[in-house]
């Protein structure tokens, strides 16, 4: 797998103690040199988990294990996952700025469960948007699965808030889902005083693409992605064509309602 190193590298931030370690030591007694070493090892441990808080909990574990993973950044295969509200614009037009902060924070606190709970790492927040990637940084073997299952389980949870909604003066919100599988770049990207952990790639786009394309309450998933699922059907695909793409591409519609919940022909 290639890997490169993204820079600024904030790596070098936390190894840099050690680094100059035998430069500025050289000479000293050894008591000195290890009360040193054990105030530099505390000073990293805190910058550490003063970056983890800023960083998905899947990835401080990996600065924890390994603080030169920050500096690395390398192609993997996992399946990324975009939702977002349908009709968003014209409610946040119509409400005031608190009502929509408390309908899309009560929205975006489910939904985050929901990727937590099925094993995704939920990349960001865009507005009322959620992205979540599943297979990094952590590499499994079933991303794809968990994926459509965290898709259905989200149209599911959403369907319970609404449910709820109207006793609690909201109102009912619906979500369209686009989910794609393939190769990506992962790693953390950024400059001064900003740094994300994050996925990035033609596969990225696509499954960006196919949530734009995915009316309220449907989840579209391409044929990479239910080729790699479990409960994936024989059922032949719908061709479609999504914005920047020349091609068509082959693209399940989600049956999140009935039992078992297996990819359909649109």
């Not at 319970?160 to 599988?181: E, K, M, V």
């Not at 409960?231 to 793409?245: Q, Y």
Request: glycine share 8%; aromatic share 6%.
């Amino acid at each position: 797998m290639p890997v490169h190193p993204i820079y600024p590298c904030p790596a070098a931030l936390v190894l840099k103690p050690f680094e100059l370690l035998d430069i500025h030591h050289f000479g000293r007694d050894q008591t000195s040199l290890a009360g040193e070493s054990l105030d530099l090892f505390q000073e990293r441990a805190l910058f550490v988990r003063a970056l983890a808080a800023f960083l998905p909990p899947e990835v401080a574990e990996l600065i924890r294990a390994s603080p030169s993973a920050l500096s690395l950044q390398g192609e993997v295969d996992v399946t990324v996952l975009f939702s977002d509200i349908r009709g968003f614009s014209t409610f946040a037009e119509q409400a005031s700025p608190t009502r929509v902060a408390q309908v899309v924070g009560r929205h975006l606190a489910a939904m985050a469960e929901v990727v937590r709970l099925h094993g995704g790492m939920l990349d960001k927040f865009a507005g009322d948007a959620v992205m979540a990637v599943f297979g990094a940084p952590s590499a499994v073997a079933d991303h794809a699965t968990r994926a459509i299952g965290c898709a259905v389980a989200m149209q599911q949870r959403q369907a319970q808030l609404n449910h709820d909604a109207p006793a609690l003066g909201l109102p009912c919100i619906h979500i369209g889902i686009g989910i794609n599988s393939g190769t990506v770049i992962a790693g953390l990207v950024g400059g001064a005083g900003r740094l994300d952990y994050t996925v990035f790639g033609d596969n990225v786009n696509l499954a960006q693409r196919l949530e734009s394309a995915a009316k309220a309450e449907e989840i579209l998933a391409s044929a990479a992605t239910a080729g790699k699922a479990a409960w994936a059907t024989a059922v032949p695909p719908t061709s479609m064509l999504v914005k920047g793409r020349k091609q068509p591409v082959e693209v399940y519609c989600v049956d999140w309602k009935g039992p078992g919940a297996a990819p359909t022909s649109r």
